[in-house]
């Protein structure tokens, strides 16, 4: 699938089948997330893969009324994705810009890259970001210096979401200065 199909036809998938997704197909995820790019290649995220049931309901009680919660419950895999804290945008121990620690920058281009791969090789994904990080951490139990950014659900699509609209690039785009079309 090339690229800018895969970032076309992507959806966020809420149903999987209950057919496993098998260690090495998994692996080609993640080694789709590692060669993300990163503040000065500090490669700050670590990925948890969680199989278990129980560790997956464990997850799914820190969401809340999410409607991702009965994915992550269900899906054969959830991989979640933690950061190691104050190592991207930082030299010399401090923060190189006024946006301080550049971990959530860094886990998400890690992610996206993981859910494009997924989608190309046939498997669905949802980005679920609204959960109680600390219980997450309890959950998986994350050591200090290091925190829960995002999870997904992984596994066949049970379903075939419809495209959401788009803006339109006009409504999006500035020459120059912002607001100059």
């Not at 970032?7 to 997330?33: C, F, N, W």
């Not at 804290?85 to 190189?96: D, R, V």
């Not at 829960?148 to 066949?156: A, K, W």
Request: hydrophobic share 40%; aromatic share 8%.
């Amino acid at each position: 699938m090339e690229v800018l199909e895969a970032i076309k036809t992507r959806r966020s998938i809420r149903k999987y089948q209950a057919a496993p997704v098998d260690d090495r197909t998994v692996g080609l995820v993640l080694e789709a997330a590692r060669w993300a790019p990163s503040w000065a290649n500090t490669q700050c995220w670590r990925f948890i893969i969680v199989r278990d049931s129980n560790v997956k309901a464990g997850l799914a009680g820190t969401m809340g009324e999410n409607p991702a919660v009965d994915a992550v419950r269900n899906a054969p895999v959830v991989i979640v994705a933690c950061a190691e804290l104050e190592k991207s945008g930082y030299f010399h121990g401090e923060p190189t810009t006024d946006k301080g620690d550049w971990f959530m920058f860094d886990v998400a281009l890690a992610m996206q890259n993981l859910v494009l791969a997924a989608h190309s090789l046939g498997l669905g994904t949802v980005h679920v970001g609204r959960f109680d990080a600390r219980k997450a951490e309890a959950v998986l139990e994350v050591p200090e210096g290091f925190r829960v950014v995002e999870m997904t659900p992984l596994g066949y699509p049970d379903q075939e979401p419809p495209v959401r609209p788009r803006k339109e690039l006009s409504e999006s785009v500035f020459y120059d200065k912002y607001g100059r079309r």
